[in-house]
């Protein structure tokens, strides 16, 4: 059925999911090599959607194991149902009583019970987990590792095996292979670096924020009921924001929340007006809001004249929506905080939100931005 890059493209769009060249071509050649995908790239991006349009496609079950921080394996590949087994041994009590009934001594009975183990440990005591249910499936899935950067270095090393030869190995059982290799789809939003190991057994995609055509294609096909001029203009005002030195850039989801919005009250013209007063649906840090805030008038309208003041909203002398988005703290916030990063670096997690992590600001992004002395 995905028998070519442009058969991937349209299967995926019939389940509403627009992928650009690259993307389609990464997923043919997935089907093809029958390789796990590794996607990395911001929040928002379509990188879990990929996952869901693709099962939709192909008509497989998806399979989801979500990932998170001190998740074990037990809940990812499979456990023993210690409920069923006790009820078991309840339930055969006497029969189990029977077994012993004339052993010698301790020893002897304890052998005796020992001797029947496997019967506990079989099959019909296995509880699957998404990675082992994926395995042992009848029918073809797509299994859907999502955010794997959440998990525990561990849990990459429990996947080395699944993702490579796509079996399981259960020490009292015995090795399960999967009768059809699974779509494998691994997410990650590079909040640390993954395994050199897990990264060589996947294909690999950088999935990036759109092209402006493509951000456009999404939001049209999502009906969000915004006339297409007025979009196209929100998608642009929206990559402009993505060049600020946001904490959070806006992603895709949020240009297609803003476009509902947006048409929610009946919008037909963009005004830096009515923007000002609906930000806060794609960006959600105050810091963040105010930038926009300042940017936005520039953004809606390239010739409006407007001082480009970078670090701090408020001594500029231009009119803008301040009404709602006034802020009380922004005292504290801005004049004892020369320099937010830096503090928001020391207050997150070593690892997370440094300056790998997507959407923080790049360092010299501002400096053409600075004021003179
Ligand atoms: N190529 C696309 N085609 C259609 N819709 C898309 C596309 N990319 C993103 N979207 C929309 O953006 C939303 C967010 O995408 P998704 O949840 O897959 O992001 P993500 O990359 O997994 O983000 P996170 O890292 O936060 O989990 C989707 O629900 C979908 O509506
Ligand atoms: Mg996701």
Redesign the pocket.
């Known amino acids: 059925m995905l028998s070519s890059i442009e058969a991937v493209r349209e299967a995926l769009a019939g389940e509403?999911?627009?992928?650009d060249e690259h993307l389609a071509t990464t997923v043919f050649l997935q089907t093809k090599l029958d390789k796990p995908l590794l996607i990395e790239?911001?929040?928002?991006?379509?990188?879990?959607?990929?996952a869901k349009a693709l099962a939709a496609a192909t008509g497989r079950r998806l399979l989801r194991l979500q990932c998170y921080e001190g998740q074990d394996e037990t809940k990812a590949l499979y456990e023993w149902d210690y409920g069923k087994q006790l009820l078991y041994t309840q339930i055969l009590r006497e029969k189990i009583g029977q077994l012993v009934a004339d052993a010698a001594d301790l020893d002897e009975a304890v052998d005796r019970i020992g001797a029947q183990e496997s019967v506990f440990f079989s099959d019909r005591f296995l509880a699957s987990r998404p990675l082992l249910e994926a395995v042992r499936s009848d029918e073809p899935v797509v299994l859907l590792i999502?955010?794997i950067d959440r998990a525990d270095e561990a849990l990459e090393a429990v996947l080395l095996e699944l993702l490579g030869e796509y079996q399981v190995s259960v020490p009292e059982i015995g090795t399960f292979t999967a009768k059809h290799a699974p779509y494998v789809i691994l997410?990650s939003?590079n909040t640390r670096d993954l395994a050199a190991a897990l990264k060589r057994r996947c294909l690999h995609l950088f999935?990036d924020y759109?092209s402006a055509e493509?951000e456009l294609e999404?939001v049209r096909?999502?009906d969000t009921g915004l006339n297409d001029a007025v979009a196209a203009q929100l998608v642009d005002v929206v990559r402009g924001l993505r060049d600020l030195d946001l904490r959070k850039a806006p992603?895709?989801?949020e240009t297609?929340d803003w476009a509902r919005t947006l048409a929610v009250l009946g919008v037909d013209e963009l005004s830096a007006k009515v923007l000002a007063d609906t930000v806060s649906v794609v960006v959600k840090y105050d810091k963040d809001i105010r930038k926009s805030l300042e940017a936005l008038p520039r953004l809606v309208d390239p010739n409006a004249t407007v001082p480009t003041t970078a670090h701090n909203g408020h001594d500029h002398g231009h009119a803008h929506a301040h009404g709602e988005h006034t802020h009380t703290h922004e005292s504290a916030d801005t004049e004892a905080e020369p320099d937010g990063s830096a503090v928001r670096e020391a207050k997150d997690k070593p690892g997370r939100f440094t300056d790998g992590y997507y959407g923080t600001p790049k360092k010299n992004a501002s400096l053409g931005r600075r004021r003179p002395f």
Not at 16 to 19: D, K, L, M
Not at 41 to 50: D, I, N, S, Y
């Open positions: 509403g999911y627009i992928a790239g911001p929040a928002g991006v379509g990188k879990t959607e990929l999502d955010e997410t939003n999935l759109p493509r999404i096909s999502k992603s895709i989801s297609i």
